[in-house]
Structures are given as C-alpha cells and as structure tokens.
C-alpha cells in the first residue's frame, strides 16, 4: 500500500461494527509503520464503546493532508458525513450498499462488516493481534445480536472462535454492548414502553419518540435502539418500527422484523436501506405525523 496517510472512516453516529472494523484496520497500519487518522464526524460517540482500542484517537475532522480514505459500514456515501475528496475504498456488508468507492470490497452474506474484514486479513495471512481481535469480535457480537440473529451460521462461531484463540477479550465487548446502561437510558426506556402501541393483532408495535421523551428522560439518540429489540420479544410481534424526533429537525426511521417480511424494502421508501430484517432512514422536512401517515400505509399493505 503506497499511500502515505490513510483516514479510516466510521459512519455518522457509528455502531460496534463500523468502529470495531475501523480500530482493526488502525492497529494493523500502525504496525505497517503508516501515518493513520481514525474519524467520525459524530462528536457525542456511544458511550458504551469506549472499550474499543483506538477510542481516544478518534478525530471529527477530516485532515486536509491524505492521500486515501477506507470508509467501513458505510451502505450509503451520505453516512460517511463528509465530503471525500481523495481515493475511497469502500468496504461493507449491506447488500443495499452503493458501491461509492473507487474499490468496493462488499460481502453482502457476511454477518459483519468486522467479518468481511476479517476474511480480507485471513486471505492475506494477516496476524490478528489481541487489540485487532477485541475490535472484530465486537463488531462481530453487535450485528448478529449476542449470535442470535437470522444470519447467524457456522462462519460466526469460527470467526468468534479465531478471534477468541487470539485473545480478543470478549468479556469486556459482551459487557458494554449489553450489559451496560445509563440511568437515563433506562428512563427513556421505560416511556418508549409506556408509550408504544400495538397494530393488526399485536403483530406490529410503533415507537414515537419525541423531543419531549428525550428532554424528560435525559437520554441519548442511541439509547433508543434498544427498546426497539426488546419489543421484537413480544410473542406475536413480525414487526417493530420506531420513529424518532431528532435535534437536527430530521425523522429518524428504525425498522426491525422476522420471518419473510424485508424492512429492507420498506426503508427504501424513504431513501434508507439496510438489512432484510434491520433497516433504517433518515428524513429531512418532515414532521413525526406525516411520516407515520406514509409509514403506516406501507404497513397496512403488508399486513392486510
């Protein structure tokens, strides 16, 4: 690789996988002696993954001195969060990804996109060091739900395996992806309960969340996400859907199912993308109404 300063890119408001892939990629350049900046636009990073190696190396400003970018996660080249001016390699596992770089390295059955890095580093006879297993296996744990989601097989137990042989340490990613939690992510929590409701026999449940709910609770954007898994528990629930009011004015879409239904495609709708059974949007010049209305319509035709 000849390029002399590499800016690894997590994507807007970054998950374990997105930064886990990315504090891989940063430990293996460091020891290729190469000059690395690992950004995210985000400022206010999930607290819980702080764990990772690199955390504190973060930077939200793209240098003007590079000569290439590798963007992780990233399904769409709006949630890199910044203009890239110079060569991207893209790498992902999001069959919706739009292939924005001048190299696409995208595995759409991959479980991860830590996964899909992984192969690369296996292909290559690349040695993964403690940091770099930590940093996989997490992205690892976060997409396939604790190894409970549908793409779950037997490639995720050997990964997990060759990442757990080369002492990632999973106790500490098991804990703060699942076990951690603030106590005002636990009030915002408990008014998204509160609050939702159940449609066409209980098989759908709906999450509006507004900025009131945030301000009440003092909780955080992401903090949301996790009541919408949970509700997924309900026993008749094919369907979750959580509409979210965000500071920047924007209508955040969060969409979760099982069985044969493709969020997916409802997220498409509205410009978003995703996974067959975990999608998501953002919308800008919309209220919380108008883009239930829309929504909603889209769900009566799936389950009438």
């Not at 990772?52 to 973060?58: E, Q, T, V």
């Not at 080249?77 to 390699?89: A, D, M, Q, S």
């Not at 969340?209 to 996790?226: F, I, L, N, Y």
């Amino acid at each position: 690789m000849g390029a002399k300063h590499i800016v690894l890119i997590a994507h807007i408001n970054p998950d374990a996988d997105s930064l886990g892939a990315a504090s891989a990629m940063y430990t293996h350049l460091m020891r290729l002696e190469k000059r690395v900046t690992l950004f995210c636009v985000t400022e206010h990073i999930n607290h819980r993954l702080a764990f990772l190696p690199w955390f504190d190396k973060i930077r939200h400003q793209f240098p003007t001195q590079a000569d290439l970018a590798i963007s992780f996660d990233c399904g769409a080249y709006k949630r890199l969060g910044v203009e890239v001016t110079v060569p991207l390699i893209n790498v992902d596992h999001h069959k919706s990804n739009e292939a924005y770089g001048q190299i696409n390295l995208i595995e759409t059955k991959a479980i991860s996109t830590t996964q899909v890095l992984f192969n690369a580093f296996e292909e290559r006879g690349i040695k993964i060091n403690p940091k770099m297993a930590t940093a996989l296996y997490a992205g690892l744990l976060d997409d396939s739900h604790g190894f409970l989601g549908a793409k779950t097989d037997v490639r995720s137990f050997e990964m997990a395996a060759a990442l757990t042989a080369a002492k990632a340490d999973i106790q500490a990613c098991a804990n703060a992806l699942f076990h951690q939690n603030s106590l005002a992510a636990l009030r915002l929590k408990g008014l998204m309960f509160e609050q939702m409701y159940l449609l066409h026999e209980a098989r759908v449940v709906v999450h509006r969340v507004t900025q009131e709910m945030m301000a009440q609770s003092g909780g955080r954007e992401v903090d949301c996400e996790a009541a919408l898994e949970e509700s997924m528990g309900l026993p008749h629930v094919e369907l979750a859907v959580m509409l979210r009011e965000n500071r920047d004015g924007k209508i955040k879409g969060s969409l979760r199912s099982r069985g044969d239904l493709d969020v997916e495609e409802m997220a498409k709708n509205f410009g978003g993308g995703g996974h067959f059974h975990a999608a998501g949007f953002d919308v800008n010049d919309k209220d919380l109404d108008s883009v239930y209305d829309v929504l909603e319509t889209i769900i009566q035709e799936e389950f009438r």
